[in-house]
């Protein structure tokens, strides 16, 4: 379910409170990544904004930042896509059905869903960038007379890496949304597009003047793909990335997700390219 | 506080080193824990102390770029060294804590901070400054420290105006010293020298006055003050070293791929010593720690330094990897970035970093190489 209100003010003693969820589900989404479906042990399920993140913590090997990819229709589960790539995350993929992790949060600014109603929306996604933005792909998707035009732009390494394969299909049978999806390199099945995520801006035409741009991947996917939303007149506070940083804390105490003056848990992860084209993009910021 | 309090809190009191003994006493009588400053090692750092007698009787610190050493100064000073390596922020922010534990049953048991009386003697201009950075990191943000803020909870803080700076002292630059101005319980300006030696004292807080009436502190005399002050004038006058904040944000800001950054990271060894010893660094990592049969696993929070490697690492690798862009992040999150998080610089002045740096980095100079590097491209 979608959280209308700001982010509450969390009292001292919640800062550092964990709820335990139960592993409802889990798919296979590629070799190394898989979707967990959580659901709260107690209460009804987690009030989030779509591109917020929460702590996921496997019990005696630790906590890692993971964006919120989806809940169910009735919000009474979440999904997370994990990628394995270090301990925690490799502890998290393996947890069985049944099974508990822990939960902090939701933290973070996401999408400016609201700002963008009544307008075109163009979501464009690198990897598993699209996890953070398939909250705001079912949100826009069942609320879908609230946009305008609405276009998702997705490209992978491969076919193999291509997430929600199951989903995938559905939004691309939508007759309300126009979902081009391309791979860097194809196989002998592949029968789509082929190259990175910024050629498929060769096949739609955006209207600058009412559109809001959602873009997630690997930051040089994202600086490529905000230079060709800029080359098509997008402003840049409707252009709105998702950032990733090292993360101890989530609520802005630990200092490691520091870009340039923002902390990307409690300023981001979502950021219009306006507040931080000065620090985007430079080496080592 | 009425009226009453605001003619009194302005006014001066009197204490002899017997009667500086008494207030130590008091507020050990009064469940305090005293922490003071005591010489261990050859330096000045921050303990409990029982007596004044513990404190660094007749020493001075010098101090430079890398260099640090106790000498006798030849009189009975309680205060007349400036600060040494350590901070008041280990015992408010403590270097190590345990956050949670948590069973495998899935009990879990947050650690939401204990209050303790503490009493802080000798916190200088600078370091109160320090505190008041600390508290809007760690209390004014959406999220606050539940640890901090129940250590903060019943401090008491009596002050020290700095009557002789060191030689890496820039508070006064910074505006945060060489007096304390705000955010004591009591303030202390000591005067040694000529046959006497005495306190002048001004209360901050209620808490403050109550603690100078009960131990009978009488109000000090025109003279007396006037000699303190003079001595605090002295003070203002003797600082060697200044940073130029005018405009520096925005120079920073303007100057990231600044050409003196490759010259420093030359230098700087990443080793962590200038954030270690800085009283305003608050980044921390965690660690989690499992019990020896699985049962329990707890997770610890400790000081991190953003000089280290695995800092900002995400999965293929540390975004700083060079020394440079960690030198940079420090350099501009001290006296830029900061500004912007928390509407105050996190630099206070106290030249910890300078002195503790193993190859005297000295960031008042590298902000100035900084300024002088941009009008020279300028001039080309």
Not at chain 2, 73 to 90: E, I, L, T
Request: charged fraction near 25%; include cysteine.
């Amino acid at each position: 379910m979608l959280a209308e209100q700001k982010l509450k003010v969390v009292e001292a003693p919640d800062t550092f409170k964990m709820e335990w969820f139960r592993v409802v589900g889990k798919t296979r989404e590629t070799a190394d990544t898989y979707t967990l479906k959580l659901k709260p042990r107690r209460g009804d399920g987690l009030a989030y904004q779509p591109g917020q993140f929460v702590m996921l913590y496997s019990f005696g090997v630790g906590e890692v930042p993971i964006s919120i990819s989806g809940n169910s229709l009735n919000g009474k589960t979440i999904e997370q896509t994990i990628r394995a790539v270090g301990p925690v995350t490799k502890a998290l993929v393996s947890a069985d059905i049944g099974s508990m992790v822990g939960v902090r949060g939701p933290f973070g600014r996401g999408w400016p869903l609201k700002e963008a109603e009544g307008q075109d929306v163009v979501i464009v996604a690198g990897g598993i960038g699209l996890a953070p933005l398939r909250p705001a792909i079912q949100y826009i998707l069942r609320n879908r007379e609230k946009y305008s035009n609405f276009y998702i732009l997705y490209g992978a390494r491969t076919p193999g890496d291509l997430l929600y394969k199951r989903s995938l299909p559905a939004w691309r049978g939508r007759l309300d949304a126009q979902v081009l999806v391309t791979v860097d390199r194809g196989d002998e099945k592949w029968r789509g597009y082929i190259g990175v995520v910024t050629t498929l801006f060769r096949h739609v035409k955006l209207e600058p003047s009412n559109t809001y741009a959602y873009v997630c991947g690997p930051e040089i996917m994202m600086k490529f793909t905000v230079q060709e939303l800029k080359n098509q007149g997008l402003p840049d506070d409707r252009i709105f990335i998702s950032m990733e940083r090292n993360m101890k804390c989530g609520v802005g105490l630990c200092g490691h997700c520091q870009f340039g003056p923002t902390f990307v848990c409690k300023d981001g992860p979502v950021f219009s390219f306006a507040e931080v084209s000065n620090f985007f993009g430079r080496r080592e910021v | 506080m009425g009226a009453s309090f605001e003619s009194e809190k302005t006014c001066n009191y009197f204490l002899d080193p017997q009667g500086f003994e008494e207030l130590i006493l008091a507020l050990r009588g009064h469940g305090y824990v005293v922490y003071g400053p005591v010489v261990r090692d050859g330096a000045i750092v921050y303990d409990e102390v029982e007596s004044a007698s513990q404190l660094p009787v007749g020493m001075r610190d010098r101090q430079g770029p890398g260099y640090y050493r106790l000498e006798e100064r030849g009189d009975r000073a309680f205060f007349g060294f400036v600060v040494g390596p350590h901070s008041w922020k280990k015992f408010l922010y403590p270097p190590r804590v345990k956050l949670l534990t948590v069973s495998k049953k899935g009990e879990v048991t947050l650690n939401n901070g204990e209050e303790r009386k503490m009493a802080f003697i000798g916190v200088r201009g600078c370091e109160l400054a320090a505190i008041d950075v600390l508290d809007r990191v760690l209390l004014k943000g959406p999220y606050i420290d539940p640890i901090y803020a129940a250590r903060k909870k019943s401090l008491f803080v009596v002050a020290v105006n700095c009557t002789e700076p060191g030689e890496n002292c820039f508070c006064a630059s910074m505006g945060t010293g060489p007096e304390a101005k705000t955010g004591y319980d009591i303030s202390l300006t000591e005067v040694v020298g000529d046959g006497v030696h005495y306190f002048v004292a001004r209360a901050g807080s209620d808490e403050g006055l109550s603690l100078l009436k009960r131990i009978g502190a009488r109000e000090a005399t025109r003279e007396e003050v006037s000699r303190a002050e003079e001595k605090m004038e002295e003070s203002q006058k003797s600082f060697r070293k200044k940073l130029n904040v005018n405009g520096l944000k925005e120079l920073l800001y303007r100057n990231i791929e600044s050409p003196v950054y490759a010259e420093v990271a030359e230098r700087c060894l990443a080793c962590t010593n200038c954030t270690m010893v800085c009283p305003t660094c608050f980044c921390t990592t965690v660690e989690e720690v499992t019990s020896l049969n699985g049962d329990v696993a707890e997770r610890w929070r400790r000081w991190d330094s953003c000089f280290n490697l695995d800092f900002s690492y995400i999965h293929g690798g540390s975004i700083r990897s060079s020394r440079l862009s960690r030198y940079r992040q420090w350099l501009t999150h001290k006296l830029a970035t900061w500004v912007d998080q928390f509407g105050v610089m996190g630099c206070v002045g106290c030249g910890r970093c300078i002195t503790w740096c193993p190859v005297g980095i000295d960031i008042t100079e590298e902000a100035e190489k900084i300024r002088r590097a941009e009008v020279e491209v300028a001039a080309k």
